[in-house]
């Protein structure tokens, strides 16, 4: 298991190394390692058991700090970065040769964002390089939210976890880019398009491509516990599978369902946003439920509430 502890001197040596660390966001735990160095870079792939044709993500500590790696930055870019990083979102631009190809998978842009977190800000201060930073996850599975979280799945890959608490967004940031004048939402996360639009004017929501993904957390399979999980109406979907075992995740309701033991509310008050940061976590625990299957039903698509549809429905389809 990984040593867990809150010394960014730690995690700053190990950087330095070409070592991988577990750092603390305000969407959901990263598996870091130094963006500029392609060993470190194949480590987290390998860790993850990644892919090599899903990009990863580069953290950096300001937004001034953005223009060493990339070439161009279109004017609703610089705006969002303004307003909301640190924060959220993420940025894809025309990256610098000094990225390597690795890190976005070939392609010419690069992902990047100024996470919202004081530990990992203070870090990416400190270190001389940005961090290449995917979920500490392994490839296809929830997200962690946690440093628990992520010592279950990675704590014998990682030297370090750097604890930052609970993340409080707890969904992942929203990806956005920029063609032909458009501007793209890839993947709807932990910054609300109404958020997004309020500054740029509007977006075109773009995240249901299966092939030939821009984002491959647009596969439709992704993000997913390993027990089935059943979407729709909850009532329903009990009377369909009376006869099974299983557990209940709902939005706001509690249900009177004579044999589920286990239910889980997200956000008693109907609030989004703890939902959100509840989302993760409470997958992970019913996963480990001795059920057959999970209930689930969607929240009102606004807000966050379209990320955490959007998690749902991929988690949901099995395909
Ligand atoms: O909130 C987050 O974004 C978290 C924290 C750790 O920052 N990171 C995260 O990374 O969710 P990851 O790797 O699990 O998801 C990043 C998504 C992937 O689906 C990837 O394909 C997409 O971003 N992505 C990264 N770079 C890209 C690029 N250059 N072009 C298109 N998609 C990109
Ligand atoms: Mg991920």
């Known amino acids: 298991m990984a040593d867990i502890g809150n010394e960014i001197a730690i995690a700053k040596a190990l950087l330095e190394e070409g070592k991988l660390v ?12 130094n963006a500029l160095n392609e060993e470190a870079v194949t480590e987290i792939y390998l860790a993850k058991n990644r892919p090599y044709f899903d990009p990863l993500i580069v953290h950096v500590g300001s937004v001034e ?28 631009l025309p990256k610098k040769s000094i990225v390597p190809d690795l890190v976005t998978a ?12 004081p530990l ?15 979920s500490a996850n392994p490839f296809g599975y929830v997200s962690p939210t946690n440093p628990a979280h992520v010592n279950e799945q990675l704590g014998n890959k990682i030297d370090y976890i750097l604890d930052g608490g609970e993340c409080k967004v707890g969904v992942e940031s929203t990806i956005v880019g ?28 773009n995240t249901h491509s299966d092939s030939n993904p821009q984002a491959p957390g647009q596969l439709t399979s992704h993000y997913a516990p390993g027990k089935p999980l059943l979407l729709g109406n909850i009532q329903q979907l009990y009377s369909q599978h009376k006869n099974k075992s299983m557990a209940v995740l ?13 239910q889980i509310v997200l956000s008693p008050s109907g609030n989004l946003d703890e939902a959100a940061r509840k989302l993760f976590s409470a997958l992970r625990e019913l996963d480990k439920l001795d059920v ?20 749902l429905r991929r988690a949901s389809n099995k395909s």
């Open 292 to 311: 057959e299957m999970i209930l689930t039903e969607e929240v009102p698509d606004i807000g966050l509430g379209r990320a955490i549809n959007d998690r």
């Open 65 to 92: 700090a953005v223009s060493d790696y990339v070439e161009e930055i279109p004017r609703q870019a610089s705006e969002l970065m303004r307003r909301f990083w640190p924060g959220p979102l993420t940025i894809l």
């Open 22 to 33: 577990a750092i603390p966001t305000e969407t959901v735990y990263g598996l870091a390692g």
């Open 120 to 134: 990992t800000l203070q870090l990416l201060k400190k270190l001389s390089f940005p961090l290449a930073a995917p």
């Open 178 to 205: 920029f063609e032909n004048g458009n501007s793209i939402v890839y993947r709807v996360g932990g910054l609300s398009v109404e958020d997004i639009e309020s500054v740029i004017g509007k977006v075109i929501v």
């Open 250 to 262: 709902s939005y706001r309701d509690e249900y009177e369902l004579a044999n589920v033991r286990t």
């Open 106 to 117: 070939g392609l010419d842009r690069v992902g990047i964002r100024c996470p919202d977190h």
